[in-house]
């Protein structure tokens, strides 16, 4: 756990242990879990009784009911099954990317390496959520994508790989142009079983709303529970930038000039919001979910304020 | 507010440099965004209308654009007519010369007006606008500078001072009034100088300098036409004086030869009219004979043209041909013969004769009594006028009471010898002062033998012989008055070839003023008139011409400590007037006198403005023009006129709000 120690906070662990994702739907895993599948299993709980048919798991067999009625009868139970949880990482160069003219340098980080608070947040988020699953026994899935997928980690389960889903976090590192829609469509990018995805982005998504409604297309493909995260730090919410600008594009590196203005700020905001709208519009006619989550909210906020708010986390 | 130099309007030519240099500037600061996503549709509009576009809302620009417009203005040295409400105190000079009675055309009203009216109007409405808050002086042109109102700010009083003002058809004292107005103001600070003119003024070569702004309003309106009498005279042509002959001479400032007609009158009768042919910058010479004897000769204009003043002209007949001379002499064979041969008609009074006969009539036996011990000594003085009294030798004591004495006071008096003390000739050679009396001769080689020691207040001395006064020439009670001090016994003067002339040079000289014409004067010339000793008042009557239609009233002659003045300034109207005497029995003597315009006014071939300049470097552009080897004015102007010091403070913060666009780094 050491490197989890610098993406949350270990008092944070045991918060998250207390909390579940709520998925909407019934599962279907492989695996035992916790969650309740549709099918019958070998659960504690109870489902129906069947008349016994040979074959069947003696096991399971009702004495009781037999001695009292002299019918053979077997118990169901539900069967738990774990829930498979795919979390996408943005980790393309605009999640990175610090808002910074050239003109001032930052004094405190003069090389330029400053964390942008927007990836730092959106991995801990990730990492939240990985370990939520991975404390509630769900099958556990992430991936850092850019264009493709750009690393990603083996299915795991259980507490004893938070510390892979950690330290892969860690390691993380942003760059290059980002496509969600090109990198979930690498074969294999997409989970194969049904089960909650959730994607922590910025969705500066040059295809736009066409990209966006083809990624989204591919998941719900194939059974997915879509959950969309989206990051923006401060900067990129209230732009405060002035005089003549030549606003460089932190992934394409390409220029464009401009004398920003109250005018042109104000322009912004608007498209801003129309953006944003577009992206909750969408989400809402697939019935997935979507968030907002400004990067300097504090991670409490976001997972108690936001995301239990939407009804996504459940205590 | 005007402009000095227009030439610096060629740097308002940085203005769409600074445009330009704006259009093509790239210099954009390198930020790095996440995404341009956002960025391009917002850019997308603004970027449509490009170039243009970027000029919009760039306070940068405009604040450069300012300064830069205000440095061009700077550089065209713009001033401001403080006149306006600046100046505390204006000295309006009004040129009131004769050339200002000059008609110009006829407004769009058709009412012709002079140009004196025309400026009335002009200095009237800039006493309302742009001297509002000041106090007025005004002066004007006149014998000398004439103060009408002296810091006065009541409007009723100056309105009232510029409706009195008139037209000084004598010599304008043009260069005192300027300097007057330029000392008035030589001590203030807030002071101004404006001039109203016709700017036809004397050529002047040494500029009045004023400390103060000095402005010359023009007021000329187009050049009117004008034909003028220059001369005209009389005289007598028959040997008895009944025929008389005239000429005059005209000219016009017409462009083409054109006709004139003039009208003689005699004593306001008509006595011939003429049509005069005058051709463009020539004198006409005209003369008139055959002309019956009148007192006052009138030649006339008869259309009117652009200046009056010099329409009409006056001269006077002479009441007899020649003069008439009563010489009172013991005997003097040469005196006589040479006053005969000067053309004049001698009446000789024997002083011993008479003394003989009278004391044959008397039948007394007291001739011990002395020469005219008695009135009963005297003759009677002879009928008729004298225009000469010559008394030869020692007056008789009768002759100098009664008609006598009378006749002595009213004529030229002309003595020779005369009461004093006898001294004999010290020496020395004849000096001669330049007279009328002392024309054409030396007295080289001539010998007086006794003089007589005698020192008149009347007159100064013409002939002296060393140190020694022996003839006094001057004027008592307006009359010549002429006096040898020694008797032509008692020198060899009169077998001298000079002595007929002298005689004829005396007589002329004394006659001058015969008759009832005292000549021709300027407007507003001294003049000697003769006053008659009993005279109690006297006043100028205007009775012809100009002075008449212009209803100039009869003005008091001038007064001195002992009565009416000899020495009279002539009335400053042109025309012709009376001198009217008036004695204790209320009998009327008059003289006429014609009083002419300076004929400079009637000269507008010479358009040349006041030559002034201002010592405050801030040079008016009116009189920039006219003087432009003064230097001085490129210095910098910090009179209140200039606004040179306002659009530097504007520029300064215009540059200051510049630095703090710059150091925002804002575009607005």
Known sequence: MSGGGHLLPPEWLPRLERLSLDAKRRVAGTLQGKRRSRRLGSSLEFADYRVYAPGDDVRRFDWGVYSRTGKAFVRQFMDEQELTVSLFVDCSASMGAVMSSSSEPSAADPAGTKESPKWLLARQLAASIGYMALSSYDRLQIACYSRSINARLPIMRGKGSAHRLFSFLQGAETGGEGSLGAALAVPGALPRQPGMTWVFSDFWLEGGEEELFRALSLLSGTGQEVVLVHVLSREELEPKLTGDLRLVDSETMSGKEVALTGKVLDAYKEELERYRTMLSRVCAERGMSYVLIPADMPLTDAMFGVLAGAGLVTG | ?668
């Open chain 2, 1 to 668: 507010m005007g402009i000095q130099s227009w030439l610096s309007l060629w740097f308002g030519l940085t203005l769409p440099a600074i445009v330009l240099m704006y259009m093509f500037k790239r210099k954009y600061v390198d930020t790095t965004v996440p995404s341009h996503l956002l960025w391009e549709r917002v850019l997308r509009n603004l970027e449509a209308n490009r170039p243009w576009q970027k000029l919009q809302n760039r306070l940068l620009l405009w604040l450069q654009l300012l300064a830069a417009a205000l440095m061009v203005f700077a550089l065209m040295q713009p001033f401001l007519q403080v006149s306006g409400g600046g100046s505390a105190h204006v000295v309006i000079v009004a040129d009131t010369s004769g050339s200002m009675s000059a008609q110009i055309q006829p407004s769009a009203e058709g009412e012709a007006a002079t140009r004196l009216q025309w400026m009335q109007e002009r200095i009237k409405e800039y006493v309302k606008n742009q001297g509002r808050r000041s106090e007025i002086t005004l002066l004007s042109v006149g014998a000398s500078p004439m103060t009408l109102v002296s810091h006065e700010s009541d409007r009723t009083v100056i309105d009232k001072a510029v409706d009195g003002l008139r037209p000084y058809y004598g010599q304008a004292s043009y260069r005192e009034t300027l300097s007057l107005a330029s000392a008035l103001t030589r001590e203030e600070r807030d002071a101004e100088v404006v001039i109203f003119t016709d700017s036809y003024w004397k050529q002047d070569t040494a500029p009045i300098t004023f400390q103060v702004p000095v402005s010359v309003e023009k007021v000329q309106g187009e050049l009117p036409l004008n034909v003028s009498i220059d001369q005209f005279g009389i005289s007598p042509k028959g040997e008895t004086g009944s025929s008389y002959g005239a000429v005059a001479v005209l000219s016009t400032n017409a462009k083409e030869s054109m006709s004139a007609e003039v009208n003689l009158y005699g004593d306001e009768q008509l006595l011939t009219s003429k049509m005069l042919e005058l051709e463009p910058g020539k004198k006409s010479t005209e003369s008139f004979s055959d002309l019956p004897f009148a007192e006052v000769y009138r030649l006339e204009l008869s259309q009117d043209d652009g200046y009056a003043a010099d329409n009409q002209s006056f001269a006077f007949g002479l009441g007899h041909g020649s003069s008439r001379v009563l010489l009172l002499t013991s005997g003097n064979l040469f005196l006589e013969k040479a006053l005969q041969l000067s053309g004049a008609e001698v009446t000789r009074v024997a002083l011993d004769e008479s003394k003989d006969k009278t004391a044959e009539d008397n039948g007394s036996a007291d001739k011990e009594a002395g020469k005219g011990s008695t009135a009963a000594d005297v003759p009677p003085v002879p009928e008729g006028e004298f225009d000469l009294l010559v008394i030869d030798g020692d007056v008789p004591e009768g002759f100098k009471q009664g008609k006598w004495a009378e006749l002595a006071a009213k004529t030229p008096l002309w003595t020779i010898g005369g009461e004093g003390a006898k001294v004999g000739n010290q020496g020395g050679r004849a000096v001669l002062s330049k007279h009328p009396v002392t024309a054409y001769v030396t007295l080289s080689g001539v010998y007086f033998g006794t003089l007589v020691e005698q020192a008149p207040a009347w007159g100064e001395p013409v002939i002296k012989l060393g140190d020694q006064p022996i003839v006094y020439a001057g004027s008592e009670n307006g009359r010549p008055r002429l006096s040898f001090h020694f008797l032509l016994q008692d020198s060899d003067l009169p077998l001298s070839p000079e002595f007929p002339v002298m005689v004829s040079n005396a007589l002329e000289w004394m006659t001058s003023g015969k008759g009832s014409g005292l000549g021709r004067y300027m407007a507003g010339a001294q003049a000697d008139i003769p006053i008659a000793a009993d005279t109690v008042a006297a006043k100028w009557v205007p009775t012809s011409g100009l002075a008449l239609t212009g209803g100039i009233p009869a003005a008091e002659a001038l007064r001195n400590e002992q009565g009416i003045s000899p020495v009279q300034l002539v009335p400053e109207y042109p025309g012709l007037y009376a001198f009217e005497q008036q004695n204790e029995a209320g009998e009327n003597l008059r003289f006429w006198l014609a009083v002419t315009a300076d004929p400079y006014e009637a000269n507008w071939s010479n358009d040349q403005g006041p030559v002034v300049s201002q010592a405050a470097p801030n040079l008016d552009e009116s009189e920039a023009g006219e003087h432009a080897g003064t230097s001085g004015s490129n210095e910098t102007a910090n009179r209140a006129g200039s606004l040179m010091p306002w659009l530097a403070v504007f520029a300064l913060a215009v540059i200051a709000a510049e630095w703090g666009v710059y150091q925002r780094g804002r575009s607005i």
